[in-house]
Each structure stands twice: as C-alpha cells, then as structure tokens.
C-alpha cells in the first residue's frame, strides 16, 4: 500500500469527497474500501464488488468483505458480487469507479473464462455510472507499443491500450499522472517478482462518462 501522502494524492485525483458514491471494482484486502468508507463519510457509500470470476478463490473475498462491512462504522459499505461484466445491474449508479491493478486481468483467461471482454466490463462501467462519473485507472504498465501482448504472462499492459478501449464505450480521457511512474521499470519482468514487486511503473488514467 502507498504511504498516506500518496493515498491523499491518489484520492484527490479520482474526486473522492464526503457523500461520494464509489465502486470499488475486486477490492482484494480491502484497503481501498476502508479508505474510501472514511473519506465519503455517512451520506456517501461504497460498493466492494468482487467479481464472480474470483469469487471462488480460497482466501474468500466476498466473505472478507461482507465480514469488512459489518466492522464498526463501515456502514455505509455494502459488498456485492457478480459476474465481472454485470456490474450495471447488480449496483446503482454511482459517481466513481475503482479499479486498482485490475484492469489488466480483463486481458487474462482467468476473467475471460465466463466470456467477459474488456470491451464488455468498460460498456458496463459506462452504464453503472451517472452522467459526469468518473472511471479511475491504476494498472502496471507495460512497454509502450505492446497492447496486451504481454498481460497474461506479466500482468502488465500498455497504457494506450487501456486509454483506446476505455474511449470506445463512450469515455472521455479527463486526466492522467505520473505520480506512480518508475523510471527504472524495464517493462520486462512479471509484477510479482520480488525484484519488481509493490514497487512496478504504473500508470493512472480518469475519465469521464458525458
């Protein structure tokens, strides 16, 4: 997890204030949830949406959610679970969508398996968002020019990429920072080697539904 000025930074960035209304797209830990439960405060509530494609995984992330919802004060915290790309249907509309080191994994067989796309997931985004929502992206960066090419083995993707398919459901591009970038990243290796690992390039898009 990034240190609490980089938090503020990152929270800023995606326009997360009090009685926002977030989804927190496979939220892992659920860290970002808990963030998020604080910042948006008692008029605003956050989805943890842990896709059915993972759902199943041995740690049990729809149970630790559901468990992180019932903590003291995360009432406005509700955990859900559904197919990747029914996302519009199994939440309301919402002003945010979060999705950190998961975009990639729309490229992988893994989600794929149940027949979901990127194309599919970020048209639902699209859907599941009010007029003037925003859609955040945090991913690892791959080598420029390399699309998906290198996703399933190093989970890693071209940020134009991300940017190109984003736009075809209908997003525009509002803003992007380098306030996650390494210069030293060759691109080269698998996010989860430890010479590489919690400390990877990444990118980090917003954008807009008209």
Same mark, same amino acid.
């Given at each position: ?13 995606? &326009?997360?204030? @009090? ?13 970002? &949830?808990? %963030? ?45 679970? /559904? ?9 309301? @509309? ?21 027949? @979901?796309?990127? @194309? ?7 859907? !599941? ?6 859609? %955040? %992206? ?22 134009? !990429? ?5 736009? /075809? /459901? ?6 992007? !920072?380098?306030?996650?970038?390494? /210069? ?27």
């Amino acid at each position: 997890m990034y240190d609490q000025a980089k938090q503020a930074e990152l929270i800023r960035f995606a &326009t997360v204030t @009090a009685g926002t209304t977030v989804i927190d797209v496979y939220p892992g830990n659920g860290d970002w &949830t808990r %963030i998020f439960s604080d910042v948006v405060g008692p008029e605003g509530r956050v989805y943890s949406f842990v896709p059915g494609e993972v759902a199943h995984f041995k740690n049990d992330p729809v149970g630790l959610m559901r468990t992180l919802a019932q903590e003291l004060g995360r009432e406005n915290v509700n955990a859900v679970s /559904a197919d990747v790309a029914a996302i519009a249907e199994a939440i309301p @509309a919402a002003d945010v969508v979060w999705m950190h080191l998961f975009y990639h994994d729309l490229h992988t067989p893994l989600i794929q398996a149940k027949g @979901a796309t990127a @194309a599919a997931f970020n048209r639902a985004v699209f859907a !599941s968002l009010n007029s003037g929502g925003r859609y %955040i %992206i945090v991913d690892h960066a791959a080598a420029s020019g390399s699309g998906t090419t290198d996703t399933p083995a190093l989970h890693r993707i071209d940020p134009a !990429s991300v940017a190109e398919e984003v736009r /075809a /459901a209908g997003f525009v591009l509002d803003a992007q !920072s380098d306030m996650l970038a390494k /210069a030293d990243d060759t691109h080269a290796i698998k996010v989860f080697d430890p010479a590489i690992k919690g400390v990877t390039d990444r990118f980090v898009y917003r954008f807009v539904k008209p």
